[in-house]
């Protein structure tokens, strides 16, 4: 099938089919086209905006009420496809672009002019797609092949947000991801280490089994990115030591293990950010009082409970002597709305420090070449647990990479992200994952936030998210990215399907992701 | 009509086209921008008065038509093509220049297959320049002439082109002024490639019906006011013959018929096509009556066949930016037509 230049309206490329084969129809929206000017040697790839059905001998209504058939020749129909042009092959360099002149051909851009277009022969291999009506496909050159690209690596660092209803492909997606920056991230101090936080169900707990699936569709994709299904080698599954182990069999009990958090270590500055729900005022005066506590009366083998003695002792009265920084000390005297508010934040953290046989995790722990880890937060008060641990290894992980101690990458994949930031009035709160955010680039560390919706990402965190896919979500959130999804059905967007502004990938409007070689089993995703 | 009907498709510019340009180049001559677009106007080309006029080609009266049975014809065997024209008229000081598009349209299997010719022809009164060009011609009423280039350019286009054994509608008089012998011959050509011309006349004010029908004496203005009259939304009238005086050659079969409650069109056969075909004529008026539903354009009822060809027609006139292929020309045009566009 070839489409003919009819010219130029309102900025958009218009082409219209030719009809010269039985498979003529209507090419979808994020198509690509390359438009050949021989006699100019040129080249054009443009993607198609928008794309609509034209009757060109638009025939009388009339004939149906008198129950006439219609002539054949008037049933013809042509595609009419509004175009971007996206690059010209080759550039020029003089400051202009060359004239798209009308009449000449274009018909579907192929592998080698894809490559050129995106400019990216390494990266992780996606599939780009289409969209119409309510169909959502991968696009095919004009031999049916499907065509491929690479996101660059760099990608992984200026964060990224994914949005998704259940069973859009989202945790799917991210296992994809994640198994490509352990085994195939090509930087210099690659591959890398993940660390992902379970939030539902076993999703991410057997991401050391290779993903099986009945669907010939997906075993294609594979094929034609020369991959095979095949577990995370290095993988393991933190859980909290407050909870037991109940992971149904297809969880590898070998690689769970039980952790907690010591008070001995934790950094006075970061306590207010590890305790949730505490008031501004208590997070400004809680430092400077553990830091008091843990340089005067804090004794070997002391825990978290032995400071809320402290803290709590009837004779104090509410007067302590904090001590800052600069171990400078100094009377202070607590309100007793935020003395009531500390005490209750710090009595509900107790269950998560310093319990017996379970250890503390490290940034060694997590920072190690193709090891995933993954804390599962699944069951009841995990979530709490869960956010004071990710602030904690965070704190640990953002120091022991400013400090050059690992240069390893690291990619953070935080699903329903909310759940651990939504309650977080400090400023304390966000201070590490911010700094991580934007420091990314220079240290290496990736963030993706997953969430059902756009809004739940922390406040002053979306600023720095240069990355966003959405999966089939709310019609609003996919037409705040600004992609133009006119006479298309967003809520048909099948699994794995993905409307994406990727950063530096502008070209790319639509995407589809391939399912991971790893945690996926046919019937439960 | 051949499977690879797509060889049809074609555009064809005259082969002096370009030559003319030069020419209009070299001697200086500047059309201007605006033209007039039009079709040739065949409304003044009524039957000669010299006619004998018979009515015994069948009885008067109005007859039924049947849609089902003409979209039965057209879609099951019947070979079909339909001629139109469009043109642009440039005037400019020296003279006029008249741009035509000849349209043909063939019913090919799920498409219509289109071919145009495009021709060029600069008309002046001026000797002086005539003499100085063989592409300019020389003319003291371009209308007649140009309307003698057109018909011959036509039947050129038309013989060439239109396939064996097939069907044509033609859009315009079978006879009327000094189109008659071009018409007619292209008639008796295409009858000999076994093609039926068939030709339509929307507008006309003859009242050659009316005035040799006793009982219609007086009563209407013209023969498409008593059509329209007497004849109800779906019928046609009987066939009436009319025939030179001078020359019986010139002889045609003609009723009207009416397809919406609007003004009817005027089907033309020659004598001898109806003669030669006359057991297919009532099918072929249920074909145009059908064509003519489908195009259902109740204000402008026109042959489904010939409108598409006008499309063409007009679309392949565009494809000339006769201003700018002229626009090297230096000779100011008239006053009128640079600022308004009014052609002729």
Redesign the interface.
Known sequence: MVWIVKGEEKGKIVLISKNVDKNAGILHKGSYLTIEDNNDKKKFIVRADDTLQHNPYSPSPLIVDMDLSPLTQDQKCQNIVFCDRIMELPERMDGKSSFIKPQILARRSNQEEMDQTFGTREGMPVFPATVFARSSQKICDDQGKSINIKIPEDVFFHQMLITGRTGSGKTVAMKYMSQYFLEDLCLENGPGAVLAINVKEEDLLTMDKKSETKSKQLQDEWKDLGLKPHGVETFRIYYPGNLSSRYSQDVDSDKCERITLKTENVDPETLSGLIQNITDIGADQLPVIFRFWKERHMSSGDTLADFIRYFADPNRNRDYTGMNSRYEEFPIRMHFGTYQSVLNALTRATEYFDIDGARELTAADILQHGKMSVIDVVGKSAFGFGAVLLRDLFEKIYDAKSRKEFLIPVLIEIDEVHEFYGNARSREALQTLDSICRKGRSLEIGVIFASQNPSDIPPGIGNVVNTKIYFKSDPANIKALGVNISGFDPEALKAGYGIARIHGLSQLKFVKFPLSMAGVQDGKK | MTEKGSSYSKLVIHPKFNETINDLNRLNIKIPNYPDNSEMDFTMYNFPDNGEFVTNVEEIKNINLD??RG??L??DSLSISAYDESLNKFASLEGIAVLISHSQII??????LPSNFLTLNFYTRAKTIAEDSQYVKYSEEFETESKKDYAIDRNEFLLSNTPNNSIIFIDGPLIGKQMSSYTIELNNKLLSKNVIPIFFVKNSSSNLVTNHVKELKDKYNSDMHWAYRTLKPGQRTNFFSYIDKYNKQNGKIFCYLKAFDVSPQRIEFHTSTYQRYKKKIDDLMDVIF??Q??????KNPQL?SIA?AEKYARETLKLINFAKVMAKAGITPTINQDRFGWGG
């Open positions: 849609a089902k979209a039965e057209v879609n019913h090919h299997k799920d498409d219509y059908y064509l539903l489908v195009q259902g354009e109740p489904r598409i």
